[in-house]
Antibody
């Protein structure tokens, strides 16, 4: 069974750093892209970026380029989303999802990140 | 503003049919496959339709998808109260630098 299990909710202060994770199981982790998607409170889905764990090819949506870092450790089947200096506007639920050639077929449960002073 | 345009809301009575549109351009919908996602409050999105009109295993045939030119449509027949959710269209291709979503449509079953 394909599963993506994300790390737990985080509460951080502005300016702090953060890394959240997404662990895949039940499939060959290196053969599928992993996408990260943001959903701000009461808003829609936003594509942040995507990584191919097989060769670490990483692509960012222009809106998120330079704002976050996406990485993966294929030895432990885990993808990461990292911030070096959080802002209040980063408060959102972040989903990881497995990407086939044309769609996001399995999703993690989401990680709520709250940034507040 | 989302790259793909969806109506903010649609509604219909139980048992009826509803369609949700998704409008894009020649650089996204016009060139690549469209997928649709269903999201209930407080839960992760779920793939409903992929490759314009294919249903993953377990998705009932009440849900259908189509594409024409730079627009796509999700159809839901035999509406049930349990279909009340947010629906998103999306385009992603491994040849693209990134994917895009529509703004989402809230379905209300009256």
């Amino acid at each position: 069974e394909v599963q993506l299990v994300q790390s737990g909710a985080e509460v951080k202060k502005p300016g702090e750093s953060l890394e959240i994770s997404c662990k895949g199981s039940g499939y060959r982790f290196t053969s599928y892209w992993i996408a990260w998607v943001r959903q701000m409170p009461g808003r829609g889905l936003e594509w942040m970026g995507i990584i191919y764990p097989g060769d670490s090819d990483t692509r960012y949506s222009p809106s998120f380029q330079g704002q976050v870092t996406i990485s993966a450790d294929k030895s432990i089947n885990t993808a990461y989303l990292q911030w070096t200096s959080l802002k209040a506007s980063d408060t959102a639920i972040y989903f990881c999802a497995r990407a086939t050639y044309s769609s996001l077929d399995y999703w993690g449960q989401g990680t709520l990140v709250t940034v507040s002073s | 503003q989302s790259v793909l345009t969806q109506p903010p809301s649609v509604s219909a009575a139980p048992g009826q049919k509803v369609t949700i549109s998704c409008s894009g351009s020649s650089s996204n919908i016009g060139k690549y496959f469209v997928s649709w996602y269903q999201q209930f409050p407080g839960t992760a999105p779920k793939l409903l339709i992929y490759d314009n009109n294919k249903r993953p295993s377990g998705i009932p045939d009440r849900f259908s998808g189509s594409k024409s030119g730079t627009s796509a449509t999700l159809g839901i027949t035999g509406l049930q109260t349990g279909d009340e959710a947010d629906y998103y269209c999306g385009v992603w291709d491994s040849g693209l630098s990134d994917g895009v979503f529509g703004g989402g449509t809230k379905l209300t079953v009256l």
